[in-house]
């Protein structure tokens, strides 16, 4: 499976952006799909996670501002962020963790997010 993030770019603080990312195939299974994000000189974290049953997970950095959706007749994962802040700066990936059998780990190329004060 490839996944195909988009919709980064350079925004005032609070601001707003969405992001896509578009899996290749149509996801079957138990699955989770979400974002990560890595700022520079910093570790990957996660971001929003939704569930294929549609249950959400958030970063409590993040809660009230970001909303993660899916639409699964198109294979497609949303992010949209609203009232952003600079330390939302970052490179933005996109994943998947399917199960079939055994969890397999899928990640996008990555977008880049800028939030200017």
């Known amino acids: 499976v490839q996944l195909q993030a988009s919709g980064g770019g350079l925004v005032q603080a609070g601001g707003s952006l969405r992001l896509s990312c578009a899996a290749s195939?149509?996801?079957?299974?138990?699955?989770?799909m979400g974002w990560y994000r890595q700022a520079p000189g910093k570790q990957r974290e996660l971001v929003a996670t939704?569930?294929?049953?549609?249950?959400?997970n958030y970063a409590d950095s993040v809660k009230g501002r970001f909303t993660i959706s899916r639409d699964n007749a198109k294979n497609t994962v949303y992010l949209q962020m609203n009232s952003l802040k600079p330390e939302d700066t970052g490179v933005y990936y996109c994943?998947?963790?399917?199960?079939?059998?055994?969890?397999?780990?899928?990640w996008g190329q990555g977008t880049l997010v800028t939030v200017s004060s």
């Open positions: 994943n998947l963790k399917n199960f079939a059998g055994t969890w397999a780990d899928y």
């Open positions: 195939r149509t996801i079957f299974n138990i699955n989770n």
């Open positions: 939704i569930a294929s049953g549609g249950k959400t």
